[in-house]
């Protein structure tokens, strides 16, 4: 399977500890995106690289919160002291940056973070 | 800034039945529009999207989009309901040509499918 690949798919953690998520992007995707989604609610944008350039943070990603894509392949995404308000569904996208526009964006299946 | 509103986060019709999904758009510039698809416990599905040209888009699996500027209006419809099209649906928006491609979704809107 080639698509977008998440891991891992569940974590269920104390209020206070570290969590780290992995995203692998389709091999040859260039832009990669995490996205956050809580129960009822759309995704929410949080981050996006362009390679192993992080090019925008939203303000939704506190101090707390820090992704990095060292080689410009996978990516990981650590919350640091969580808090009961971080659970919910963490959405990895990745797509090819065309000349003059975008490419689609497929999506990972997620990682549900439960913070107890 | 980009934003969305679906308009009933619950939409139920009978098997098929015509199926429409309403979303509007807010965008400060042309914007390019999306409807993605979610199942239980799985990722977004893209079902169509709009870039440029024609205003009718055709998607995956039956279902089609128009967008209309003067309404800033992209329903979702189809023309028959399958069982099998129950799920949770988003339309999103991003800013079109060279941007990066930010997805600003709604809040999704629940299909119900009944035999």
């Known amino acids: 399977d080639t698509g977008v690949s998440q891991n891992p798919r569940h974590k269920i953690t104390k209020r206070g500890q570290n969590v780290t998520f992995r995203c692998d992007p389709i091999s040859e995707h260039n832009r990669l995106y995490w996205y956050r989604q809580t129960l009822g609610q759309g995704p929410e944008f949080l981050t996006y690289f362009q390679n192993e350039a992080q090019l925008e943070k939203s303000r939704l990603l506190s101090d707390r919160f820090s992704a990095e894509r060292p080689k410009g392949s996978f990516s990981t995404l650590e919350i640091q002291r969580t808090e009961q308000g971080d659970s919910a569904m963490y959405l990895c996208a990745s797509s090819l940056r065309l000349a003059g526009g975008q490419g689609e964006q497929f999506f990972g299946p997620g990682t549900r973070l439960t913070v107890l | 800034a980009q934003s969305v509103t679906q308009l009933g986060s619950h939409v139920s019709v009978s098997e098929g039945a015509l199926v429409l999904l309403r979303c509007n758009y807010s965008s400060s510039v042309p914007p390019y529009l999306f409807w993605y698809v979610q199942y239980p416990n799985q990722g977004l599905q893209l079902l169509l999207k709009?870039?440029?040209?024609?205003?009718l888009v055709k998607g995956i699996n039956g279902f089609e989009a128009e967008f209309k500027k003067s309404e800033t209006s992209f329903h979702l419809t189809k023309p028959s309901a399958h069982m099998s099209d129950a799920a949770e649906y988003f339309c999103?928006?991003?800013?079109?040509?060279?941007?990066?491609?930010?997805?600003?979704f709604g809040q999704g809107t629940i299909l119900t499918v009944h035999p």
């Open positions: 709009y870039t440029t040209g024609a205003t």
């Open positions: 999103a928006v991003s800013a079109g040509g060279t941007s990066y491609g930010k997805l600003t």
